[in-house]
């Protein structure tokens, strides 16, 4: 399995971002998807996670209210909605997908991981 992260950039504050990820290798139909972000000398942390359906997602408080985590399973790929981005934002966000369903925030309940796409927020 490949994860492919993109869209990461340079954005000012208060701006937008979408991030893709698309898989390949297998169909992710019965799996849980997330992303999570890892700030410069920081631990990775959860942001947003969608279930094999579409029809559960779960959002960090951060996240909450500004971002919207979608799947399109015939594409195998995942996305993540970004707004109202602050420099607090800042970081590299990587993708995750699950071989099971659920929506879990624990990074480990994850089985393959995308190689990161970077989100810099200007104030």
């Known amino acids: 399995v490949q994860l492919q992260a993109s869209g990461g950039g340079l954005v000012q504050a208060g701006g937008s971002l979408r991030l893709s990820c698309a898989a390949s290798?297998?169909?992710?139909?019965?799996?849980?998807l997330a992303w999570f972000r890892q700030g410069s000398g920081k631990e990775r942390v959860f942001v947003a996670a969608?279930?094999?359906?579409?029809?559960?997602?779960d959002y960090s408080d951060s996240a909450k209210g500004r971002f919207t985590i979608s799947r399109d399973s015939a594409k195998n790929t995942v996305y993540l909605e970004m707004s109202r981005l602050t420099p607090e934002d800042t970081a590299a966000y990587y993708c995750?997908?699950?071989?099971?369903?659920?929506?879990?925030?624990?990074?480990?309940?994850?089985?393959?991981w995308g190689q990161g796409t970077q989100v810099t927020v200007s104030s």
């Open positions: 995750a997908i699950r071989q099971s369903p659920g929506t879990p925030r624990r990074s480990f309940e994850y089985d393959y």
């Open positions: 290798g297998r169909t992710f139909s019965n799996s849980g």
């Open positions: 969608i279930d094999r359906n579409g029809y559960r997602t």
